[in-house]
């Protein structure tokens, strides 16, 4: 079986802290991609970025290569 890890991108901190905006992992054409790379056989991960505002690779490298 094939997988995928689709990462977002960086906001900013208002945005990422606001709690009326859905997580980064799940908006805009994620949620799309992942319903057909599914289809399509391919096991897909989209997992939310700490800090997504402020990125350092060590704590988002911890998340993409959980599992």
């Known amino acids: 079986m094939k997988n ?3 990462l977002h991108g960086t906001c900013g901190e208002q945005e990422y ?4 905006q859905p997580p980064l992992s799940s908006n805009h054409w994620f949620p799309w ?3 057909n ?3 399509n056989g391919i096991h897909t991960r989209t997992p939310q970025m700490p800090l997504a505002y402020k ?3 060590e704590l ?7 599992n």
């Open 17 to 20: 802290n606001d709690p009326f």
């Open 33 to 35: 991609l992942q319903k």
């Open 60 to 66: 988002w490298q911890k998340e993409f290569e959980i």
């Open 4 to 6: 995928a890890i689709i």
């Open 55 to 57: 990125p350092e690779y």
């Open 37 to 39: 790379l599914l289809i």
